[in-house]
């Protein structure tokens, strides 16, 4: 296994997952996303940074996986993109919206549980 690492440069206060897809996705997804964090990719595989706990209430559509701990199997990816900024984060909705609309998935949010009232 391997952590994907945070370049020293970009500051992670939030935690690090990662979500990677089949390669043939990469391309798209970057190109349409309209802001990127950190993007690891090897011949197989691309992986984008996420805050820590993205995965909460939503499933992440097959082929995507879900990586928490930014811990991948051992592929060696290399650093294709980084950020402008000072973040190493993709916002995980619009790359969760995206890779559903490309894989033919609808959304499947999770259900929030129900709040009770003291009124």
Known sequence: MTRLPVPADLSAT??????????????????????????YADADWWW??????SEHELTWPLPACYAPGA?????????????DGDSPYTPPIPLYLLICQLTGTAPAWGVPPPVSSAL
Not at 14 to 39: E, N, Q, T
Not at 71 to 83: K, S, Y
């Open 14 to 39: 939030l935690g690090c997952d990662a979500v990677g897809v089949p390669a043939r996705y990469g391309f798209r997804i970057l190109s349409r996303l309209p802001a990127k964090g950190c993007v």
């Open 48 to 53: 984008w940074l996420v805050p820590a706990g």
């Open 71 to 83: 811990v991948i199997p051992d592929r060696r990816p290399r650093l294709i993109h980084h950020p």
